[in-house]
């Protein structure tokens, strides 16, 4: 009954006769993997796609020198392996939980049955992967124009409009996550993230309290955003590569 409940409310399934969505349930199962599980290897048949029902979870990839790359972390109603599942190919990154989860296993042959029924789900499931790959166009366009700082200042001011709904002196945000995770979120990887936000603070842009990041000086942080320079220091660039190559290949995860 939980799981018929958690397809329901998502957008895939939506409005479907509960009867052919109950004949779904049967194949579906309710994992629960604490933070730290493996979800699944990247290289191993996707012979599933998943529904997150609550936690996180990070999808991940090595860069050529063997660094883990956060390639996008997903959240609570949001799906996650769809497309792999549906051609049949391999998972080609691995999925970590972050947090304590749950989260719906839909096999790919009973979802595959539901297709032939219900055609218009496919159309759901195209109109959800192809946000999925605007939303990376967006973000590979950032990391390719815009410099780590420029990007770490626009997240914390965006975070203040979404947490206090203003940007001010002493507005405090809360990072949300661990540094890696943010740092994913800005298309970068953790060392750079710490040594640009602790370089906000001697500028005395920012103070850092933990995840706790009091904004000193707003305006300063708007002319650091406004940066579209390439000036991301020795090694950026590579940085910036493997990001891309990551980036793009977990659009095929989609």
Request: hydrophobic share 40%.
């Amino acid at each position: 009954a939980r799981i018929l409940g958690y397809l329901e409310r998502h957008t895939l399934f939506h409005d479907l006769p509960r009867n052919d969505l109950a004949d779904l349930v049967l194949d579906c199962r309710l994992r629960t993997p604490f933070k730290g599980d493996r979800v699944f290897e990247a290289g191993q048949p996707a012979e599933s796609f998943y529904l997150l029902v609550t936690g996180e979870v990070k999808l991940s990839s090595a860069t050529p020198s063997g660094r883990e790359c956060v390639v996008e972390v997903i959240r609570a109603g949001e799906t996650f392996a769809l497309v792999p599942c549906l051609d049949e190919g391999d998972y080609p990154v691995s999925a970590t939980a972050l947090t304590d989860c749950a989260m719906v296993r839909v096999p790919r042959l009973a979802f595959s049955r539901l297709l032939h029924r219900h055609p218009e789900v496919g159309a759901r499931a195209t109109r959800e992967v192809a946000s999925r790959m605007r939303r990376f166009r967006t973000r590979l366009e950032e990391i390719s124009t815009r410099t780590v700082p420029a990007r770490s200042a626009s997240h914390l001011l965006r975070l203040a409009e979404e947490q206090k709904g203003h940007v001010a002196t002493g507005v405090e945000v809360n990072l949300g996550g661990t540094r890696e995770v943010v740092a994913a979120a800005i298309g970068t990887v953790r060392e750079v993230f710490v040594r640009t936000i602790r370089g906000f603070e001697k500028k005395g842009l920012v103070a850092i309290h933990g995840r706790r990041i009091v904004l000193l000086d707003p305006d300063g942080l708007q002319e650091v955003a406004a940066d579209r320079g390439r000036r991301s220091g020795p090694g950026g660039h590579m940085v910036r590569a493997a990001l891309r190559e990551r980036a793009l290949e977990a659009l095929s995860l989609h």
